[in-house]
């Protein structure tokens, strides 16, 4: 996103939730300071980047707004140098996580349909920029995906908050917020999900 606006205000502090979730995995891995950039940056920027490549959005707005590049690298020195303090503060890596995932959801619904898409089409683009960059960190961390077994809902509160962005806009209601409003629900959601065991179903007969 362009601009100065709320919703460019939005996307970068889901920037700096997701940054900070990605730097934190870093810690955990016990990799070097490179390491925990490289995480951060990718947990930060991937979901949109894969966004603005889907609806040709090029090049994509990490590579045309010095912002996106710099608030990942000063998650990443907070990170580096209070990681104690911030993991006392919160269940630090899930909590940041859930923020990331209900800011991106929701706003990379509102960008999609900017760009045409139909409703439906920017509910799965809006899935995608909420665990694309979460799906990439795991990888690089050597962890399988989230989304993959979706213990405790990480997707499902993702698809929840962009169907109902995608409702609120096609029903004439804009701005920041509708959009906070339904990333505070995709948020809420998926911390209910965690702190009471929420998972999606699995096939019958399969068990832990």
């Known amino acids: 996103m362009s601009g100065h606006g709320v ?34 940056e990718i947990t930060a920027l991937g979901g949109g980047i894969l966004r603005d490549l889907i609806i ?41 996580d859930a923020a990331g995932l209900g800011l991106f959801c929701a706003t990379g619904t509102v960008k999609a349909l900017e760009y045409g898409l139909s409703p439906v089409h920017a509910v799965l683009l809006g899935l995608v920029t909420a665990v694309g960059g979460g799906i990439l960190r795991d990888v690089l961390a050597g962890r399988i995906p989230a989304v993959l077994y979706d213990r405790q809902l990480y997707a499902v509160p993702a698809l929840l908050g962009a169907a109902v962005t995608a409702g609120a806009e096609s029903a004439g209601l ?35």
Do not use: K, N
Not at 7 to 33: H, K, P
Not at 66 to 86: C, D, I, N, R, T
Not at 178 to 200: D, N
């Open 7 to 40: 919703a460019w205000l939005l996307d970068l502090a889901g920037i700096f939730v997701f940054a900070v979730s990605g730097a934190l995995a870093a810690v955990r891995q016990r990799l070097d300071v490179v390491g925990m950039v490289v995480l951060a």
């Open 56 to 96: 040709g959005a090029v090049p994509p707005a990490a590579f045309t707004d010095l912002g996106y590049v710099l608030v990942p690298m000063a998650a990443s020195a907070l990170v580096f140098f209070w990681h104690p303090q911030v993991t006392r503060l919160l269940p630090a890596v899930l909590l940041f």
């Open 174 to 208: 804009h701005g920041g917020a509708v959009t906070a409003g339904a990333a505070v629900m995709a948020f809420g959601l998926r911390v209910l999900a965690m702190r009471q065991g929420w998972r999606a179903p699995r096939p019958r007969g399969v068990t832990d």
